[in-house]
């Protein structure tokens, strides 16, 4: 076999790994809104909801540069297996022991498993792109799993929550990996990539010498910490104005439809974007809907500014991740795609739990223009982003 038969990624394999991947996440974005839930009926509060929507970051912290080297030396499917074991026994403890202690510990590994999984999933699909078109088109694909499974996972989990209690949800969230796997297991590994000595020896921190780099580091991080927000605040307030689980499932379910929806669109329209063009305006429309989400009172208003939020912020994952293959070398990718992960989940462990200290001080309000502010002054570093690879050794 030809090399370049070997890193052609058609259409069934491509579909294959999309919808392994939307399990794999499924299992973790229904756990995040099925713990937090079960965490306020239990009586804790905002703080506590926030560090506990942290914990499903700071595995990631932690293993993502690591990860990103195993997943350069071994493939796919190797760091894979691990990943599903730990979320499906993560779901698993959840339904056998759903109390606080347990739910922290349960974050901890789903989390983790999602961004491993990632890492080894976005450097296999970048290495079949074949030119700078087939990135943009096959990352657009791509980010249709997270977008899905962030409709699938709180949409069952709130659900089964109303119909059956949490324990029926986690237990069902636990059988997602297993179907993952059946997906996933035929997958051919790409060939290893040989690393000269100097290229054995580069630290991850060598890559943030590159300017691009830092600057999309920026960006990623405005454009993640706005996520973040979302999935904090439309639990916290469903639970003041006294909406059902169904409805905070369908709140957030909409935000991943619609974000799927967008994606679903971008693979027809990759050869005529520009990602700095599209990250930018991005930027622009979610600081705006930031700014008027707090007024909507009933689920209808939520629903709209969430969709709204899931078109801008779906077309940013895809541009962000062609940039990166672009500007780092191929024998890196998952180095960097690691130290991206590590540094947008730093965030993410120190971001809720601020969220939640802002939120019970000042409102929930205060949170969404703050976080909007930043975001529509960052898109000036937004169009300052260069897709020309610099980097390709």
Same mark, same amino acid.
């Given at each position: 076999?030809?090399?370049?038969?070997? &890193?052609?990624?058609?259409?069934?394999?491509?579909?294959?790994?999309?919808?392994?991947?939307?399990?794999?996440?499924?299992?973790?974005?229904?756990?995040?809104?099925?713990?937090? =839930?079960?965490?306020? &009926?239990?009586?804790?509060?905002?703080?506590?909801? !926030?560090?506990?929507?942290?914990?499903?970051?700071?595995?990631?912290?932690?293993?993502?540069?690591?990860?990103?080297?195993?997943?350069? &030396?071994?493939?796919?499917?190797?760091?894979?297996?691990?990943?599903?074991?730990?979320?499906?026994?993560?779901?698993? =403890? #959840?339904?056998?022991?759903?109390?606080?202690?347990?739910?922290?510990?349960?974050?901890?590994?789903?989390?983790?498993?999602?961004?491993?999984?990632?890492?080894?999933?976005?450097?296999?699909?970048?290495?079949?792109?074949?030119?700078?078109?087939?990135?943009?088109?096959?990352?657009?694909?791509?980010?249709?799993?997270? #977008?899905?499974?962030?409709?699938?996972?709180?949409?069952?989990?709130?659900?089964?929550?109303?119909? !059956?209690?949490?324990?029926?949800?986690?237990?069902?969230?636990?059988?997602?990996?297993?179907?993952?796997?059946?997906?996933?297991?035929?997958?051919? @590994?790409?060939?290893?990539?040989?690393?000269?000595?100097?290229?054995?020896?580069?630290?991850?921190?060598?890559?943030?010498?590159?300017?691009?780099?830092?600057?999309?580091?920026?960006?990623?991080?405005?454009?993640?910490?706005?996520?973040?927000?979302?999935?904090?605040?439309?639990?916290?307030?469903?639970? @003041?104005?006294?909406?059902?689980?169904?409805?905070?499932?369908?709140?957030? !379910? /909409?935000?991943?439809?619609?974000?799927?929806?967008?994606?679903?669109?971008?693979?027809?329209?990759?050869?005529?974007?520009?990602? &700095?063009?599209?990250?930018?305006?991005?930027?622009?429309?979610?600081?705006?809907?930031?700014?008027?989400?707090?007024?909507?009172?009933?689920?209808?208003?939520?629903?709209?500014?969430?969709?709204?939020? !899931?078109?801008? =912020? /779906?077309?940013?994952?895809?541009?962000?991740?062609?940039?990166?293959?672009?500007?780092?070398?191929?024998?890196?990718?998952?180095?960097?795609?690691?130290?991206?992960?590590?540094?947008?989940?730093?965030?993410?462990?120190?971001?809720?739990?601020?969220?939640?200290?802002?939120?019970?001080?000042?409102?929930?309000?205060?949170?969404?223009?703050?976080?909007?502010?930043?975001?529509?002054?960052?898109?000036?570093?937004?169009?300052?982003?260069?897709?020309?690879?610099?980097?390709?050794?």
């Amino acid at each position: 076999m030809s090399a370049a038969a070997a &890193r052609t990624l058609d259409n069934p394999a491509l579909a294959r790994l999309i919808g392994g991947h939307v399990c794999l996440h499924a299992c973790m974005a229904g756990m995040r809104l099925a713990a937090p =839930l079960l965490a306020l &009926r239990a009586g804790y509060s905002a703080a506590a909801v !926030g560090a506990l929507l942290a914990l499903f970051a700071l595995t990631q912290v932690f293993l993502a540069l690591p990860a990103g080297r195993y997943v350069d &030396r071994h493939g796919y499917l190797r760091p894979v297996r691990w990943c599903l074991m730990a979320s499906a026994l993560g779901a698993t =403890l #959840a339904a056998l022991w759903p109390m606080y202690g347990v739910l922290c510990l349960v974050a901890l590994l789903t989390g983790g498993a999602v961004g491993v999984g990632a890492i080894s999933l976005q450097r296999h699909v970048g290495r079949c792109a074949r030119n700078a078109v087939d990135r943009k088109r096959f990352f657009s694909w791509l980010s249709i799993g997270p #977008a899905l499974s962030n409709f699938v996972g709180p949409l069952l989990a709130g659900v089964l929550i109303d119909v !059956g209690g949490f324990r029926l949800a986690f237990a069902a969230l636990a059988l997602l990996p297993g179907l993952s796997w059946l997906l996933v297991r035929r997958t051919r @590994e790409l060939p290893p990539l040989k690393q000269d000595g100097a290229a054995g020896s580069q630290r991850a921190w060598d890559l943030l010498r590159q300017p691009q780099m830092r600057r999309l580091l920026l960006v990623n991080w405005l454009m993640s910490s706005c996520w973040d927000v979302h999935t904090f605040v439309v639990p916290v307030l469903g639970h @003041e104005r006294a909406l059902s689980a169904s409805a905070i499932g369908a709140i957030l !379910g /909409g935000f991943a439809l619609a974000a799927t929806g967008i994606r679903v669109a971008l693979p027809w329209l990759a050869s005529n974007l520009q990602e &700095r063009v599209v990250i930018t305006a991005a930027m622009l429309a979610t600081a705006c809907l930031f700014a008027i989400y707090p007024f909507m009172q009933s689920a209808w208003g939520m629903g709209l500014c969430s969709v709204l939020l !899931g078109v801008s =912020l /779906g077309s940013v994952q895809p541009m962000i991740m062609s940039t990166l293959h672009q500007i780092t070398p191929e024998a890196r990718h998952g180095e960097a795609l690691g130290l991206r992960l590590m540094l947008i989940n730093a965030s993410s462990v120190a971001m809720p739990m601020l969220f939640g200290a802002a939120g019970a001080l000042a409102g929930v309000s205060v949170v969404f223009w703050t976080v909007g502010t930043a975001v529509g002054l960052g898109a000036r570093q937004a169009w300052g982003l260069q897709g020309t690879s610099s980097c390709r050794s």
